[in-house]
């Protein structure tokens, strides 16, 4: 079992660019997650999902949407990339409050 | 607002000896916390957790302990270990069971030497 898988690892946009960080989970969970860290912070949860067709905001989802088709796969999506975006994203899933993540996708705006 | 803080962003200390972690919160409402560790280029991953009906939980040479009516709580590792090295986040919940809840604290990178 690979777990939570995210894609791509690393990138850099430009502000203005678009662009759909991928997140799959092969362990059945009904709930996923999205979280940023910036630098000296913790996690700030982005937006969530109890289960297919299912998603809620979180603390921080200004400048960001989800969706979710299917159990497996959580992606998220800028639309508009901005400086303030510049972070490193993590996927979660779990049941109850225990969450396993994902290796996290660097993504820096210039 | 910050509910939940690690005011020591880094801790170092020698291979064998005792390493104590500390995380205060401000939200009386939170009743479940949890830390989690996490080596660079890697996503965090689940430590050991304590509800606050208990003021203390192990597991091998992790000890959490909680002292609520400081809002204060604290993670023991024995024998330190190099292999240890990492930053740890505490976390704080309230009531549901969802991860939705989880609120993190900033981190603090524990290095141990050898």
């Known amino acids: 079992n690979a777990g939570v898988t995210q894609t791509p690892k690393f990138r850099i946009l430009k502000i203005g660019q678009s662009m759909t960080l991928q997140c799959t989970q092969d362990?059945?969970?009904?709930?996923m997650y999205w979280y940023r860290q910036d630098p000296g912070m913790g996690l700030k949860l982005i937006y969530y999902?109890?289960?297919?067709?299912?998603?809620d905001k979180g603390e921080v989802p200004n400048g960001y949407n989800v969706s979710r088709s299917t159990t497996e796969d959580f992606p998220l999506r800028l639309e508009l990339a901005a400086p303030s975006q510049t972070s490193v994203y993590f996927c979660?899933?779990?049941?109850?409050?225990?969450?396993?993540f994902g290796s996290g996708t660097q993504l820096s705006v210039l | 607002d910050q509910q939940v803080k690690q005011n020591s962003p880094s801790l170092s200390v020698q291979e064998g000896r005792i390493s104590i972690l500390n995380c205060d919160y401000t939200?009386?409402?939170?009743?479940?916390f949890l830390w989690y560790k996490k080596y660079p280029a890697e996503g965090p991953t689940f430590l050991i957790s304590?509800?606050?009906?208990?003021d203390k939980n192990e597991d091998g040479r992790f000890t959490v302990f909680l002292n609520k009516s400081a809002k204060h709580l604290s993670l023991h590792i024995v024998p330190s270990q190099p292999g240890d090295s990492a930053v740890y986040f505490c976390?704080?919940?309230?009531?549901?069971?969802?991860?939705?809840?989880?609120?993190f604290g900033e981190g603090t990178q524990l290095t141990v030497n050898p």
């Open positions: 979660a899933t779990g049941q109850g409050e225990k969450l396993f």
């Open positions: 362990m059945n969970h009904n709930y």
């Open positions: 999902s109890v289960g297919a067709g299912i998603t």
């Open positions: 939200n009386s409402m939170f009743d479940y």
């Open positions: 304590i509800s606050s009906i208990k």
């Open positions: 976390a704080a919940e309230r009531g549901e069971t969802s991860g939705s809840r989880l609120t």
